[in-house]
């Protein structure tokens, strides 16, 4: 039996959602997810189709304007008014049901290699996908687009053929690592009710499962877990718990960044510099994507390669990428830590100070995903429209949903979509400026060291910002739509 001896303290009242009428009773019905990702199936379906078999053309193509302009703007947008939505309705897990069936049958399941960082296949992933999105133009190529959704499937399939639990979720998928960190600033978490409940639990059926149902597969156990880091809102759980004591509760955005307590499936997170990397990894990936479709990024291109001798672009954007994502990150963020522990007088070692801080950078590293994904949603979401109405007229016969509007493409203006742009670059400054003056409070104690230790990180995120504007400034390249 597991010991809930050191569970943890009962938080404040909150909101459930699960309480909702209509969608509280559906969200309970054990096969709400898969019902949910069946329709996402479906998309998915459609998105292979059009990609494969549909006009190469990236503003003509279900794919290409779904995959790069749609689905990435609601899922910023889920993320930040919801939770982890995205991973919820996940298609790429269904066949995984089968994965495991063979598993079973084959006795294959083995544990994830101890001697692996828990997110270093993810780190390697991420840093190859932003690479690859722009030395192959993924966002151009329906037919890469729907090979990279084609590969997803496969790729899944195997993970969770050969590793036991939702390895593939918790190791390899780099959009669901993208998702479960930026739910930390989400205003949700799938959480326990009622402390009370579980600690006179025996049969703790969230983490073992019942009826076929299976417990968390990511290793999270409700009593002792905090936030939504590798949570996938899969709502296992929710499902498994025999007295209904898991809910999707209201929290404070973010505040679970500040938590120093051991996390259940995760351990302290100033213990993991995997996560810490991770963190760096996107913050600065936000910016590193968004440079990559601004005018500088090619002058610097022609420098490097005339100074290299290189012919191709692959090897320079390679060259760009590396010192973007892993380079320049650590040297500034030691630079940073060292003059942080000098100002604070902290006794922690440089790493462990970087883990402490890293959590910080989550809400600038999202305001520049969301202020670049507003670019492309903005621009660009009435795109589909008449690519929706092309794609019937093509594979029916008959133009069903009328003449395709080729006209029809954005939503706001330039202007307006700066103001939005604005906004998020600002409202995520201030959200690190306020987590890292509280994790400072927290690491150095007094009030004249938490200022000096505090100060190197707040001009660090200024930097940001200044370097977020002047990208949003730039003329963007309008990606999967026709530019009038
Ligand atoms: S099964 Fe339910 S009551 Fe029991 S420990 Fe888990 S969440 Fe708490
Ligand atoms: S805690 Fe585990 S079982 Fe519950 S929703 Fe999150 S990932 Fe799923």
Known sequence: MIRTSSIQTPRPRA????????????????????????????????????????????????????AWVHYRGFLML??????????MVCPFMLPRKGAKWLQARLHLARGWPTWLPQKGIAI?????????????????????????????????????????????CKHICPVGQFNMLYSTISPTEIAVVEMDICESCVTKDCIAG??????????????????NLDCTFCLDCVHACP???????????????????????????????DIAFLILVLSFGAFMQAFGMIPPVYELEAWLAARLGLRTEAPVLALIFVVGLIVLPLALVSGTAWLSQRGGRGMESLKETIARFAPGMVPIGAGMWAAHYAFHFFSGALALIPVLQSFIEETIGAD???????????????????VVESFFLYAGLLGSLLLSWLIAAQVYRTQRRTLLGWLPWATLFL????????IMLNPMEMRGTICF
């Open 243 to 273: 007295y209904d004591n898991v809910g999707i509760l209201s929290r404070v955005p973010g505040a679970e960044l500040l938590s120093t307590a051991r996390r259940s499936g995760i351990g302290r997170l100033s213990e993991r510099f």
């Open 78 to 87: 889920a993320l930040l008014v919801f939770g982890n939505f995205f991973c």
């Open 400 to 418: 069903l949903l009328g003449k395709p509007r080729w006209d029809l493409a954005g939503l706001l203006t330039l202007n307006q979509i700066l």
């Open 124 to 168: 390697v992933l991420l840093v190859l996908f932003f690479w690859s999105y722009e030395a192959f133009n993924l966002w151009k190529s329906p037919w890469l687009t729907a090979w990279v959704a084609l590969g997803y499937f496969g790729a899944a399939f195997l993970t969770d053929l050969f590793f036991k639990g939702a390895a593939f």
């Open 15 to 66: 909101w459930n959602l699960l309480n909702l009428p209509w969608l509280g009773p559906f969200l309970r019905w054990r096969y709400a997810r898969p019902a949910m990702q069946s329709v996402m199936l479906l998309v998915a379906a459609l998105l292979l189709f059009d990609g494969f078999l549909g006009p190469q053309l990236a503003y003509k193509n279900i794919a290409t304007v779904s």
């Open 463 to 470: 930097l940001m910002l200044g370097t977020g504007m002047w």
């Open 210 to 227: 019942r009826d076929g149902i299976p417990g968390c597969e990511l290793h999270l156990f409700q009593p002792k877990k905090v936030g």
